[in-house]
């Protein structure tokens, strides 16, 4: 039975994927923002273990992790909570730009940090949940992609530290997914939202557990999870 640490199993993504493990009755380690939260998960999800910290400053995780109980073994580390918060370079705030990099760049940072000694013990498996703003910068998306691109350039060079561990690490980057977060860019973009447009966060939990459940031979690096072509639309 595999364990795995999940961020932002809450919502969309991260919820399917934590559904798929957990009904496959793999051990989960849900990240809960705080108390309340992790309640929540443990209702949801019968057995499950939860771990409470805030990744909006992660400067302060390593201190809440120390009062509380770590696993001793991680299968694999998924990076799934994320952050939006859209705007031109010349209207974001810094505290704007804080919060992205904080919570989608240097939290999954900091929470590598700590498990790296249990997954280069379990020879495990280390995925950030990116998105296409990882791979090319549209006009209002700046602060999100920069973040996103540095999670790349994180996920890049940690291959190539701990392939010699027997690390492997996988970036996933998904269009637009029918979720929460893309509600919340509808509604900032000032468009209607119609989550039937966009990918079902099924389909990209799918991808997720191939690159996981992959035989130890192989590693895939890197995929890139598009909207499919919809009937009446050109």
Same mark, same amino acid.
């Given at each position: 039975?595999?364990?795995?640490?999940?961020?932002?199993?809450?919502?969309?993504?991260?919820?399917?994927?934590?559904?798929?493990?957990?009904?496959?009755?793999?051990?989960?380690?849900?990240?809960?923002?705080?108390?309340?939260?992790?309640?929540?998960?443990?209702?949801?999800?019968?057995?499950?273990?939860?771990?409470?910290?805030?990744?909006?400053?992660?400067?302060?995780?390593?201190?809440?992790?120390?009062?509380?109980?770590?696993?001793?073994?991680?299968d694999s580390?998924?990076?799934?909570?994320?952050?939006?918060?859209?705007?031109?370079?010349?209207?974001?705030?810094?505290?704007?730009?804080?919060?992205?990099?904080?919570?989608?760049? #240097? =939290?999954? %940072?900091? +929470? !590598?940090?700590?498990? /790296? *000694?249990?997954?280069?013990?379990?020879?495990?498996?280390?995925?950030?949940?990116?998105?296409?703003?990882?791979?090319?910068?549209?006009?209002?998306?700046s602060a999100?992609?920069?973040?996103?691109?540095?999670?790349?350039?994180?996920?890049?060079?940690?291959?190539?530290?701990?392939?010699?561990?027997?690390?492997?690490?996988?970036?996933?980057?998904?269009?637009?997914?029918?979720?929460?977060?893309?509600?919340?860019?509808?509604?900032?973009?000032?468009?209607?939202?119609?989550?039937?447009?966009?990918?079902?966060?099924?389909? #990209? =939990?799918? %991808?997720? +557990? !191939?690159?996981?459940? /992959? *035989?130890?031979?192989?590693?895939?690096?890197?995929?890139?999870?598009?909207?499919?072509?919809?009937?009446?639309?050109?």
């Amino acid at each position: 039975m595999a364990t795995h640490v999940i961020t932002g199993a809450g919502s969309g993504i991260g919820a399917a994927v934590a559904r798929r493990l957990h009904a496959r009755g793999d051990d989960l380690v849900l990240h809960a923002r705080d108390a309340a939260r992790a309640k929540e998960f443990a209702a949801e999800f019968p057995g499950a273990r939860t771990l409470v910290g805030d990744l909006a400053d992660p400067d302060k995780l390593s201190w809440a992790f120390s009062h509380q109980s770590l696993p001793d073994r991680v299968d694999s580390l998924l990076h799934i909570a994320g952050v939006v918060d859209l705007g031109e370079v010349g209207e974001l705030t810094p505290k704007s730009w804080r919060h992205q990099l904080n919570v989608n760049l #240097v =939290a999954p %940072a900091e +929470l !590598t940090r700590h498990f /790296l *000694p249990q997954l280069r013990a379990a020879r495990g498996h280390v995925l950030f949940v990116n998105s296409g703003a990882g791979l090319n910068a549209q006009a209002g998306w700046s602060a999100y992609a920069a973040s996103k691109h540095g999670l790349k350039a994180l996920a890049d060079s940690l291959r190539q530290e701990e392939s010699g561990n027997g690390v492997r690490v996988t970036s996933v980057y998904p269009g637009r997914t029918a979720s929460p977060m893309q509600a919340k860019v509808h509604q900032q973009e000032g468009k209607e939202y119609d989550p039937a447009r966009w990918i079902d966060p099924e389909s #990209v =939990a799918t %991808a997720v +557990l !191939t690159a996981l459940d /992959l *035989p130890r031979d192989a590693e895939i690096t890197d995929v890139t999870v598009r909207p499919g072509p919809t009937p009446g639309l050109a």
